[in-house]
Each structure stands twice: as C-alpha cells, then as structure tokens.
C-alpha cells in the first residue's frame, strides 16, 4: 500500500432508501471495517452545475400566469399534523448519522411537530426544485450558510460559480448569494440556482436598489415588491428582510461607534432618512408575507442593527429592533410563513448567552442565526476564528445555523480559498457545537478518530477529519521519506518519546484490572 497518496480509504456514496425517498450519505470505511455516514447531497460535484430536480412534484403547486404556486406551506401542512416528504427526507437526514440505522433519533412525526411550534425551518421554494430538503432548527444538527456573489469591483460569473463548487464540496447547507453593483445580477442568480443542490438565500434590497440605479431616493415600495416577486419565482428559498429596522431606532444606531453595519440595514436606513418615512418592509410586511407564502420561501428576518464592533453589542438599538423583529415573527407564524431570526455580529463572549435567551424569548423559540459573533474585533485577516469561537459557543447555547465569515472579513471580497477556509472553520465550529449539545450521533465521528488515534490508523485520521488532504499534507511534510502509513509515531514527539505509544504498555499492564 502506499502511503505517497490518500487512496487508502474508500469514500462511497450511500443512499438510504424510504419509499420513493432516496437520501444520500458519504460512506466512510475504514481500515479497520468501521463504517461512518456523514451528511451530504446527491448532486456535488458529479452534476455540478446542473443539479438533479430533486424535489419535483413533491409540494402541491398551481399555474399562476407565467409563474408557479404551492397551495400549501411547510408550516401549513406541520400545523394540520400532515408529513411531507421533504419532513420525511429531513428526518432520515438527521437520524441516520448516528450509530444505529435502524432507530431514527428523528421522526418525520418530530419534525412536522417542531415546524409546526415554529421551531424548525425546511426552506423549499417551489421553484427551486434541485434543493435538497434540509432542516433549521436548533433540536437539530447546527447548519451553515455560504456568503458568495459579485461586487461592482470583484469577480465574476465563472468565479462565483467556483465559489458555489468550494462551499458545496466544503459542506455548506445553504448559500447565499449576495451579488450587488454588477450587470446581470438575476442571470448570475439563476445560474446559481440552477447549480445549487442546497438552499439559496438573498437580500432583495441590494438587487431593489440596483433597479433605482444606486439611487436611494428612486427606492419605492414598487419596485422593493416587484423584485422581491421575481426572485420568488425564480427559487430564492430565503430573503434576508430588514423589516425590524424602525425610523426609532435610529437615534440609538447612530450612538455607536459604527452605527450601521448591516448592508441591508443601512439601504432601509437611508431610504427612511431620504424619503421621511417608515421602513417600508415593516409597513408593507403583509404584501411580503403574502408573496413569500405563495412559493413558500422562508424569510430570514435580518439585524440591520447588528453591532458592527463588540463596544456596540447589546444596545437599544440591537435588542429594540430585536423586539420588534419577535412581533414579525409572530405574524409569519400566523400567516403560515415559515421564518428564522438573523443575529449578530460582533458580541464579547460574557454577553453571548443573553443574546441567544433573549432571541428566544422575544421570537418564541424562532431559529436564530447568527453571522459568528466575533468575540473580538483585532484581528482582521483571522476574523474566520475571531467569529467561530463566538458562533460555536452561540450554537452550544441553541443557535441553529451560522452564518460562515472568512479571512477576507472586513479586509476585501472573499475569494475560492477564503471560502474553503472559512467554510472549514464554520463547520467545526458547528460540530463542537452539536458535541456540546449532546445531538445524537455528533460523538461518533470523534470516537472514531481516537481509536484511529490510538491505534496509529493514520490514513483513518485523515479520512475522518474535515479536510483530508491538508491534515495529510501536514503529517506527511516532516515524516521520513519511507515510514509507513502505520509509523507509531508522527514528528511532534519522534518514535521516542510518543506517550501514544507508551498507552499501549499501560493497557497491557492494566487490562485484567477493571
Ligand atoms: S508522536 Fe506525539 S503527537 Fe505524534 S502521535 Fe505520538 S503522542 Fe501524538
């Protein structure tokens, strides 16, 4: 066998079959037998960038004109006790990573019950029938988003797509795209769409304020609707809405050090402050909730007053728009429109389990999704892990998605390898987080890789670990030219000095003992 390469484990694709249901695992076996399922999606990358149809014809839908409906909701059906199968497909999703296949630790039963307290997410356009059902909610597994798209002064339509390939193959559970300031922003996105296995988020406002031309005066409640629709029906399964932000809250935004961060949050801010008037989102939140329920797409109801620097966290303005970003998602509820909570930022750990108590309390338990919080503002070029050691500890205390941030934070637009890097970072962060929790299964990923420990199973350990290739490369660099891929040893100790090694005498000594 050689240890010059990774091809020492095999990686298959698994498809656990219920009915007409086919969800799919990568199946990791190692070279002890031991056999692991992670989570993954049909399509990346052997469709990419067109996508298998998925989900087609799994929600009852209608011909509206040119565009097309769904009767009902997921949180529709979850209120009348009725299964769906993109609940049924969650279900397997979540329960079959842990250690017995044969025992769900979620039922499609569970799932519809927590959609229907408002707890859980399935976002699932109509029109977005390449989407692989996925579940948002913090009982389950801690997702994260991919914050791709072009900006007037960097990347492009090839790039973009590479950064969608980067997040897909790195694990992302949902991408948005965040495109602004550039030519064909509804044909990059559809593009996207059409590429992604996974759900696609947006801020609508930044294509809205690309129809005014840049001008924020030009911004009408027409034209915000009018591109809010066309995303819809293009299959945008979530819109980030800044409707919590309030002509109020102004006077304590511009209190801080940085006011207001929030890209989104600052387009509602200057129309309110250009035009003298209310926040329009929050006055014509109805005619939204109206189109958002007619394809089902969830809303993200985003922080516009997220603290941009941890001297900002946890002031009137965050926690008042906070409040009023509860009564929205009261009336999403009602309205049968599934919705998740955006939170922030940058927030000092001492404060980060009142943000995530707080949310509860004002949403009614509504899934919150935080962008980190970083814990400290120092470090730009690290804010990937400024931002994780905040949004793990978010997520232990019940936070269900995180939104990822990169090394390019706060520095330029993010390219191919700052998506890798951050996406890496996000997902063990959401892992230490599901640890934390005690969800079903996350420990067993780790047992496995203490035994490949233990036992000097090298190419196990990088199989196991979240990027391969790197944990390889590592191992690899300072190893003898000849060792093998069993050397009982690795260059941090030398062969020595290994106390990994010296376990294996304390076991003999002891293995009767006990
Ligand atoms: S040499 Fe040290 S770091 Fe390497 S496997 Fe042994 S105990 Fe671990």
Redesign the pocket.
Known sequence: MSNNTLNTFSVNSKRITKGALKVPFKELTLSNGEKILLQTVEGCPENFPNQPKITSGWTESYQDGDARKVKKTQLDYAKKGVITPQMEYVAIRESFCTSDEGKMAFTPEDVCNTIAQGRAVIPANINHPEAESMIIGAKYSVKVNANIGASAIGSDYSKELEKLRFSLQFGADTVMDLSVGIEGIPELRNAILRASPVPLGTVPAYEALDRAEGNIKKLTWDLFRDTVIAQARQGVDYFTIHAGLLHDYLPYAAQRILGIVSRGGSIMAECMMSQGTENMAYEHFDELLEICHDYDVALSLGDGLRPGCINDACDKAQYGELKTIGELAARCYKAGVQCFIEGPGHVAMDKIEENQRLQEKYCNYAPFYTLGPLVTDIAPGYDHITSAIGGSQIAAFGTAMLCYVTPAEHLALPNAEDVKTGLITYKLAAHAADLAKGLPGAKIRDDAMARA?AD?RWFDQFALSLNPEHAYKVWKSQMPDNCSHEAS??S???PR?????LNRVLKNKFKDTL
């Open positions: 420990r000097f040893f690795c941090m100790c030398g000095f290994c106390p990994i090694r």
